[in-house]
């Protein structure tokens, strides 16, 4: 499992795509979960949890030594933050 990991491609696109789409499909997990079950209905910080995931990821890619994937992560964290914090302004109005 790790040659599969590590045998990706040093590339800012490639780490942008790991970076939206890992948290793209934990958060569609977290929204059924917020709109199906009582308990959670507010519980927003499931959608923050998402975003962290890429924390783990920026930590492998920079400690594999693929910069330019970690730096896609980087900026695919910066844009999942900037969407949650739309969403946020938007529940408001």
Same mark, same amino acid.
């Given at each position: &499992? $790790? #040659?599969?990991? *590590?045998?990706?491609?040093? %590339?800012?696109?490639?780490?942008?795509?790991?970076?939206?789409?890992?948290?793209?499909?934990?958060?569609?997990?977290?929204?059924?979960? &917020? %709109?199906?079950?009582? $308990?959670? #209905? #507010? !519980?927003?910080?499931?959608?923050?949890?998402? +975003? !962290? +995931?890429?924390?783990?990821? &920026?930590? *492998? /890619?920079?400690?594999?030594? #693929?910069?330019?994937?970690?730096?896609?992560? +980087?900026?695919?964290?910066?844009?999942? $933050?900037?969407?949650? /914090?739309? *969403?946020?302004? &938007?529940?408001?109005?």
């Amino acid at each position: &499992m $790790a #040659k599969i990991f *590590y045998s990706i491609k040093n %590339h800012v696109l490639v780490g942008l795509g790991i970076g939206l789409i890992s948290p793209g499909i934990l958060a569609c997990i977290a929204w059924y979960l &917020m %709109h199906h079950t009582t $308990a959670l #209905k #507010k !519980a927003d910080l499931l959608l923050i949890g998402c +975003v !962290a +995931v890429n924390l783990l990821w &920026m930590n *492998y /890619f920079f400690k594999v030594n #693929k910069e330019n994937a970690g730096r896609g992560v +980087v900026s695919a964290t910066f844009i999942c $933050a900037f969407v949650f /914090f739309f *969403y946020k302004i &938007m529940q408001e109005v």
